[in-house]
């Protein structure tokens, strides 16, 4: 069928989500255990489901609705120059969105308010899936508390995390980010840090959520992916249906807290010259 077989394989990646989710909570006492199950978690679901086809053939998504994609705020982390993109080190609360960051939220809330209003969609009628790192995950309360919506109709999505950098860039400067993406515009398959995920690992994860909600029966009026930066670089370049565009992911780059339109049917979107986040 032209739908794959992503949605069978969706309820499957929750349930693995659900049990590393389990692994994070009990205290492991080795966290980068918990990111070796992950990925082999990821191995089984590509493998197991045909998502290996996605990490040598992109194709272009199409979607009935609009879509849009927002950046956390400013967070601690940004503030620190530090990378945190461990999961486990991720939802924690030191790590999520600074007084600014808070601000960006909300004016990204508001800002998309009224698109939604130009367009005709009723608010209560967004879908809002977020990443669970504790500052996408207030990223999206504030937007929506902005928009006047009492609760946020949607999903935390484990798609949408971060990109893992590997062990041994955790918590470190963020200089390095520069040494990966050099990497990247090579090979999108060469994982971040030596032990973290490629381009194309990342792009697979945010199409299976993709895949997934463009297959529901009663599909949400709009849609927002609340994200981090590399991971919604990576999208963009994804939806272009051009495997050579992941290499130049940072093309697509968004500041903390920027909110982006994205076309509902087929990607067109042409990255702005030097803009980078």
């Known amino acids: 069928s032209e739908s794959g077989p992503f949605p ?6 929750l349930k693995l989500q659900a049990i590393a989710f389990a692994r994070r909570d009990q205290g492991a006492e080795d966290q980068f255990g ?5 990925q082999f978690s990821l191995f089984i679901l590509q493998f197991g489901s045909g998502l290996h086809e996605i990490l040598t053939d992109m194709k272009p998504q199409h979607f009935p609705v609009p879509l849009w994609i927002l950046r956390h705020g400013r967070s601690l982390a940004n503030e620190q120059e530090i990378v945190v993109s461990f999961l486990a080190n991720g939802v924690k609360a030191e790590y999520g969105l600074s007084e600014q960051g808070v601000l960006q939220a909300s004016a990204a809330g ?34 929506c508390h902005a928009m006047g919506l009492a609760t946020m109709h ?8 971060e990109r893992y950098f590997g062990q041994d860039m955790e918590l470190g400067s963020h200089s390095t980010y520069a040494d990966v993406w050099e990497v990247d515009s090579t090979d999108p398959h060469q994982k971040a840090g030596g032990t973290g995920e490629s381009v194309h690992e990342v792009a697979a994860r945010v199409k299976t959520l993709l895949e997934r909600l463009n297959d529901t029966e009663d599909p949400p009026s709009a849609i927002l992916l609340v994200s981090h930066g590399d991971t919604l670089q990576i999208t963009q370049a994804m939806l272009t249906g051009d495997d050579e565009r992941l290499k130049g992911h940072r093309s697509f780059a968004l500041e903390t807290g920027e909110l982006r339109r994205l076309n509902p049917r087929k990607s067109q979107y042409l990255p702005s010259s030097g803009h980078h986040a």
């Open 8 to 13: 069978p394989s969706s309820t499957f990646s």
């Open 34 to 38: 918990f990111v070796a199950f992950f």
């Open 110 to 143: 508001r800002k998309l308010q009224e698109e939604l209003s130009i367009e005709g969609i009723p608010m209560d009628k967004l879908y809002v899936c977020w990443s669970p790192f504790s500052r996408t995950a207030q990223t999206a309360e504030h937007a």
């Open 154 to 161: 949607g999903e935390e999505a484990c798609e949408l995390r």
